[in-house]
């Protein structure tokens, strides 16, 4: 009898702790329009954007969570503005209904899917707002964590890769690609590649033989991302960033536009090593789509880690 009460209470236990893991996570994002540096020179355009930035904000929440959401079109912009959540469920004439400067839009969803997915701004004409920077990445952690088949990584990155159009170009040009000039990566042309790019500050950095995963979301608007490490080989890719999806040993992975995924990659242990992570279709590489991993003993110990996890 004892045991039995015993059980009970355990199972009450469980039953508690799983509901207290699933959270409601408030979310607000404001749309500014701005002029923005977009390459590591200063070079600066009129963007539209989440938060004043090149992507948006990393929002992350846990597999189960309810997003309780708020969106601010700020009162001096021009446009009108909405956001798409693809870790959302709902309504796309109510949710992502387009709202006027000065106006504010509530709503939330439950974050059911875990992965990795992009947010986009989708109001007329949604090639301009997202070819003008109006993205950025919903991380939702898998309920279960971390395991053996997805294993806890010793440093994450997130790489979203955007459209930088000619100052002007019109939003029927852009839906065409017509007056496309290069790649962004984080809101900067080689933002992370010095070897291209003498201007570039920042590398992407960690210590051999570490787990580096790297969270990509390709918010270009019409070509998709060939992704690969030179030098180097997935180790493992999920797909959609679905612990469920799982590739082992790849090369060059075709990202699709407004899609996201999961790559991993551990570079020798006994050794420092340098790989350049790669759109390897060239017209994007070599137009600054390529970023610097430096896989060396001292690497900094803060990048990749909390808030270094897309660098400014
Ligand atoms: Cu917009």
Known sequence: ???????????????????????????????????????NAGNTQRMWTYEGQVPGP??????????????????????????DFHAARVDVLD???SIKPGKTKEFTFRADYPGVFIYHCGSDSM??????????????DPKEGYSEDFPRPDREYVLVQGDLFEAGTSADKMKMNEGWKAALINGKVFHYDPVHDPNASQTLESEPGERVRIHFVN???????????????WERVWDNGNPKNVSWGLQ????????????????????????????????????GAISVLMNYEGADADKGRGDQILLR
Request: proline share 4%.
């Open 127 to 140: 090639a301009e707002h997202i070819a003008r920077g109006m993205y950025g990445v919903i991380i939702v």
């Open 58 to 83: 990393v929002v992350r929440v846990t597999q189960g969570d309810v997003v309780d959401f708020t969106l601010t079109n700020h009162p001096d912009n021009e446009q009108s503005h909405s956001i």
């Open 95 to 97: 949710e992502f209904e």
């Open 219 to 233: 918010a270009m608007i019409n070509e998709a991302a060939a992704f690969h490490p030179i030098a180097g080989i």
């Open 1 to 39: 009898m004892k045991t039995r009460y015993r059980n009970a209470f355990v199972m009450g236990l469980a039953f508690l702790a799983a509901t207290a893991l699933a959270e409601t996570v408030q979310v607000k994002l404001k749309v500014v329009e701005k002029d923005l540096v977009v390459d």
């Open 252 to 287: 060059t992975v075709d990202v699709a536009p407004a899609h996201g995924m999961i790559f991993d990659i551990v570079s020798p242990a006994d050794r420092p090593t340098n790989n350049a992570i790669v759109d390897h279709r060239m017209k994007h590489a070599l137009n």
